[in-house]
């Protein structure tokens, strides 16, 4: 069973930083992408980024430019999300997905980006 435990949400100005980690554990190999998604209030969840297993990068619409970097660390199955020049649009739950055999997701976190 693979477990992904999220970290590094909270509140933050607009126009500043956050840095998101998300660790995969459990009896698994190495993934074939994991990424991060998010869900405003009342809206549907979307793609913010996701990075493949030979390292291609993929980001949804609406945070393509620089604004936000996804990669790898060090450990087996851990990817960040580097989020700078934040704005209030970005507030929502981030949720971590890996895909090993099946398609797995964190519980989320929370990201609000407010004055």
């Known amino acids: 069973q693979v477990q992904l435990v999220e970290s590094g949400g909270g509140l933050v100005q607009p126009g500043g930083s956050l840095r998101l980690s998300c660790a995969a554990s459990g009896s698994i190999g190495s993934f074939n992408f994991m990424g991060w998604y998010r869900q405003a209030p009342g809206k549907q969840r979307e793609l913010v980024a996701r990075i493949m297993s030979d390292g291609t990068t993929y980001y949804g619409d609406s945070v393509k430019g620089r604004r936000f970097s996804i990669s790898r660390g060090d450990a087996k199955n851990t990817v960040y999300l580097q989020m700078n020049s934040l704005k209030p649009e970005d507030t929502g739950v981030y949720y971590c997905?890996?895909?090993?055999?099946?398609?797995?997701w964190g519980r989320g976190t929370q990201v609000t980006v407010s004055s």
């Open positions: 997905a890996a895909h090993f055999v099946n398609l797995n």
